[in-house]
């Protein structure tokens, strides 16, 4: 194969809306096949909070061609893996499969956008594991602590709730409020569908048309964008918030957000460089991963410094401006109140003094590693072609390096005097009551 | 010009004894290369006979050790070796486990030197200076008592103490605990990294964008003139059957979740059994979406977001373990399904169309996990370790389809115990 077609990236529209993003990729003989879908926990209201991602849970208990077990046995039996992530912005769906095998994909993928059942025996009993994942959620600290910062950082925007939603809501919501979700966000006019791996794009195309392009824009959805996903402005923040979680565990932890542009702000890659140098390149590892960052400005203060055990920083990609956070654990030892005037100490000087040139071109290098590493994949890519045609458009991320090249010492001083201001941050502490760990209990069973 | 079939193609991408190269250094460090120049990146990976078996009652020494390696060597002091790698968006690791010590490098191609050089300085040369190890020391204090907050943490802790003897290494935490974290020395430490850390059996295995020769000649530079020794390993004891139910439940306040950890000790990954049991573990609580026990626990009951089951296999006789989490009150409900499904396995051969879809699935998953360069040096690191043939791979179809329902029921019958076993639970 000739190595120039493994950069170019193929985008089409089929008649029904339907958009189609396709990188051909040669060096295994795998395929991902994503669909995603214009809907996460900022097109839910109260009420109906979650309801984005109990409708994915939904998406895999089956249609009247497929039932749940046999979804999960025909992708297994292929040797594929497949997937589903519901996020504030985009629910999405992937199966990454040997490459002869890819068309089982395409072919339950295109069912399964409207035809899933909803059955109402099946949507209780998801209630009841949709339940004991948030409960999972509620053992951690970090996630108690994030829900409570998401919910004082916006009082309006939906983001302000967490994406798996509240408990009163899962209890209360019907299958109608589930399926009323699904038909108005799950159509071809509202769904992106990206596809990396070893394949030519003009087969591709042909075998999504074939299954896809039969699917009629559904009645329930709106036939603008703007109206299936409105615009929503959070108003400015006036004034520092903050937020105290009790909780059990000996350890306390702090997290500061403030918020940030959204990803095709001009604003936003500053905003990267920032938190590169800040707290390390992190930019890019949605799924986790990315180097170590001991030898970033906050580390070396903090963590060197005896205040903080760990200490991290990110500032995701999305729709509408979101939020710029930097949180650690704090030292046994150590005050939250001490670790939260260390950071202040690096915000002001991030602040006063220009940032040096070494530090961005190490910004860069860390970059140009992270985005190599994070294409390796085909499912990676695929997910990187998807996020960003979400978010923006798909060459966002093929674009990100040129763009972050282009980050002055003036630009990074700018965002960080604009966005990292008291007036713009909530703070908060979770702070541990005690060892969780009470007494142990035993028997043996001897008789058994 | 024509495109070779996927089935072809597979068989060149796995690695084998034709792309493969092996070389053996007069110290007896081992180089596996295999060249892979379609991404720009390199992973050095592999491992040395160094763990927590040869700790005694230091729980967590050879563990420290590792994390405090990273804290200075004989030219790069904790900030350098930071400063050197993260500038180049690469990662370096080195971390213990119970028989081995393992190491991981990943960077790009052009950076691969420095990035070997300081690889072999950490494993050759640390210098542990006392400042650093007690900065460590703060941080691993830290994630113990964060430990000390996980359900499934607390779980995994009390379950291997109480299925293992005493004497086993399995028995104690490979973290350690605080009362082992305040004492260590940092002679501890050096004397540990002195008596153990040498180069017979280290085994370096080099994946992506550099030829084999290279990679031969530069490992060769870096680790081929260490001439360090360590004492003969003892064997291990051995592990006693356990009898009974023993059940435990460890108390955590406030907890939403319940965690839910049963099983017993089973067997190494070494042994003959191995691929009958994967396969019968895959049906039980793997295949789609956790097997047979996703389909009655959760799809069923909805009792759990999670269930599973496991085999850790390794050196020695690694645990089988059945986990979940859920709420406080369904708790002896999905145990008593989970023995329920166990008893099924053993009474019952699986069907032939069962056997055959996680056959299917353990062959034709294959090419996925040789995606990346990780993952084609995790599977040549487990040729190492396990003393396969290079050509385990090339084998595997015919091994996995060879594997019939009276094997699945054979292995479940040797291998899972419904009445003997350790459950321990950990919540409200």
């Known amino acids: 194969m000739p190595k120039s077609s493994a950069k170019s990236v193929i985008r089409r529209r089929l008649k029904n809306g339907l958009t189609v993003v396709l990188k051909e990729m040669h060096a295994a003989p795998v395929i991902s096949f994503c669909v995603w879908y214009r809907v996460g926990s900022r097109d839910e209201h109260l009420g109906i909070t979650g309801a984005s991602h109990w409708v994915e849970h939904m998406m895999f208990k089956g249609t009247k061609r497929f039932n749940e077990t046999e979804l999960d046995r025909l992708v297994s039996r292929e040797g594929g893996a497949r997937n589903a992530f519901t996020w504030i912005d985009f629910t999405a769906y992937y199966e990454t499969m040997p490459a002869d095998r890819i068309e089982l994909a395409i072919d339950l993928e295109a069912d399964r956008m409207v035809n899933s059942r909803f059955d109402m025996r099946e949507v209780n009993s998801e209630r009841t594991v949709i339940l004991n994942e948030r409960e999972m959620y509620e053992n951690s600290p970090g996630f108690r602590l994030n829900e409570e910062m998401q919910a004082a950082a916006f009082r309006v925007h939906p983001y302000g709730h967490e994406v798996i939603g509240h408990v009163t809501d899962l209890r209360s919501m019907t299958r109608d409020d589930l399926y009323a979700h699904y038909q108005r966000h799950y159509a ?261 | 010009m024509p495109r070779k079939s996927t089935a072809a193609r597979t068989a060149t991408s796995l690695p084998h004894s034709g792309n493969v190269a092996v070389f053996e250094l007069n110290n007896g460090v081992r180089i596996m290369a295999y060249e892979n120049f379609s991404t720009p990146s390199v992973i050095v990976s592999g491992f040395l006979h160094a763990g927590a078996r040869d700790e005694g009652s230091a729980a967590g020494l050879a563990g420290f050790t590792t994390d405090c390696m990273m804290r200075g060597t004989r030219s790069h002091n904790y900030e350098a070796i930071f400063e050197q790698s993260e500038a180049v968006g690469a990662s370096l690791s080195v971390s213990s486990g119970v028989f081995t010590s393992g190491f991981y490098s990943k960077s790009l191609a052009e950076d691969l030197p420095m990035m070997l050089d300081l690889l072999a300085e950490v494993l050759r040369e640390p210098t542990f200076p006392e400042a650093e190890i007690e900065r460590e020391r703060s941080e691993w204090l830290t994630e113990l008592q964060e430990r000390s907050n996980s359900t499934r943490a607390m779980s995994s802790l009390a379950f291997y103490t109480a299925a293992y ?164 009150d369904t708790v002896d409900r999905v145990v008593d399904i989970a023995v329920r499904e166990m008893r099924r396995i053993r009474d019952r051969k699986v069907t032939a169309r069962e056997l055959e879809d996680n056959q299917r699935y353990f062959i034709g998953s294959l090419p996925l996990q040789m995606e990346t360069n990780e993952g084609i040096a995790g599977q040549i690191i487990s040729m190492a370790r396990y003393n396969r043939p290079l050509d385990h791979l090339l084998t595997y179809p015919e091994r996995v389809r060879a594997v019939t329902t009276a094997d699945v029921q054979a292995a479940a019958r040797r291998w899972l115990h419904p009445d003997d076993y350790v459950l321990i639970t950990a919540g409200k």
């Open chain 1, 188 to 448: 071809p006019g509202n769904a992106v569908i990206t596809v990396a791996g070893d394949f030519t794009a003009r087969d591709m195309l042909a075998m999504i048309e074939k299954y896809f392009s039969k699917i009629k824009p559904n009645v329930a959805t709106p036939k603008k964008r703007a109206a299936v996903r409105p615009r929503i402005v959070e108003p400015a923040q006036r004034g520092e918030r903050r937020i105290i979680v009790r909780g059990e565990g000996e350890t306390n932890y702090l997290q500061m957000a403030f918020h940030a542009p959204a990803a095709d702000d001009v604003d936003y890659m500053a905003l990267v460089a920032l938190d590169s140098v800040l707290c390390g390149a992190s930019g890019l590892s949605f799924f986790g991963g990315g180097t170590s960052n001991r030898s970033s400005r906050l580390s070396k203060a903090l963590v060197d410094g005896g205040y903080a055990a760990d200490i991290g920083g990110g500032v995701l990609p999305t729709v509408d401006p979101f939020l710029y956070t930097i949180s650690g654990t704090v030292m046994p030892g150590k005050s939250i109140e001490e670790m939260e005037t260390a950071i202040w100490a690096e915000i002001e000087r991030i602040r006063t003094q220009p940032v040096e040139n070494a530090e961005l071109e190490k910004a860069l290098k860390q970059t140009r590693a992270q985005v190599a590493f994070s294409t390796e994949t085909v499912t990676n890519q695929a997910f990187w072609l998807g996020f960003a045609e979400i978010i923006d458009d798909h060459t966002w991320f093929d674009t990100f390096l040129e763009r972050l090249a282009h980050v002055t010492r003036e630009d990074v001083q700018r965002v960080a005097q604009r966005y990292l201001t008291r007036d713009n941050v909530t703070v908060g502490a979770y702070l541990g009551s005690g060892p969780a760990t009470g007494d142990a209990s035993s028997d043996e069973d001897a008789d058994e």
């Open chain 2, 165 to 328: 003897p005493e004497t086993h290494p399995f028995h104690r935490s490979v973290n350690g605990y605080p009362e082992t974290a305040r004492t260590i020395t940092r002679d501890d430490v050096a004397r540990f990294h002195r008596e153990f850390f040498a180069p017979a059996g280290l085994t370096v295995v080099v994946v992506g964008a550099v030829h084999a020769n290279e990679a031969r000649d530069r490992v060769a530079a870096a680790f081929g003139d260490w001439s360090a020794t360590r004492p003969q390993r003892a064997e291990l004891p051995p592990v006693p059957a356990l009898q009974g139910h023993f059940r435990k439940h460890i108390t955590m306040a406030g907890k939403s979740q319940t965690n839910v950890l049963l099983g017993h000790p089973a067997l190494p990954t070494t042994h003959p059994d191995w691929l009958s049991c994967a396969l019968m573990n895959s049906i039980l609580g793997q295949f789609g979406m956790y097997g047979r026990l996703g389909e009655s626990v959760r799809k069923e009951e909805g009792l759990v977001y999670y269930i599973g089951s496991h085999f850790d296999g390794g050196m020695a006789e690694g645990a089988w373990t059945l986990s979940a989490g859920t709420n406080p």
